[in-house]
C-alpha cells in the first residue's frame, strides 16, 4: 500500500506510519478496558440475580418475592451479554481496519486473541426466553 503521494516530502511515509500507529493505539487502548468493564458487569449482575435467589431463600420469603427486579436484571444482563458480542464483532473489524491501513503486523495487546472477523459466534441474536 502506498501512502505517499507524488511531489511528498522524504520521511512523508514514515510520519504518515506514526500517526496511523497512534490512532490504533489510541482506539485499543479504550477498546481493551471497555470490553474488559463488560464482562466485569454481565459477572455483576449474574452476582446480583444469585444473592437475590440465596437471600430470599434464607429469609424464608414467598418465592415472588422480588420477581420484579429479577426480571429486570435478568433483560438487563441479556443486553449485556448481546452487548459483548457486538464488541467482539467491533473488535473484528477494527481489526480489518487495521490491516486496511497498512497496520497488519502490529499487536496492541497480547493477553487474548483477537476475535475472528468470520465468526458466526461474534454476535449471536439472543432468543427470548419464555
Known sequence: ???????SFPGRERLLLNQRLTFAKSVAAELFPAEADL????VHAS???IALIEGRKTAK???TAGQEGLALMSKATAKLVEARGDIGAAHAAFRVA???????TVSFGDIYECPDSNSAELAPHLASVA
Open 1 to 7: 500500500m502506498k501512502l505517499a503521494g507524488k511531489g
Open 39 to 42: 464482562e466485569t458487569a454481565i
Open 47 to 49: 452476582r446480583l440475580a
Open 61 to 63: 420469603l414467598p418465592i
Open 98 to 104: 487495521q490491516n486496511d491501513i497498512g497496520l497488519r
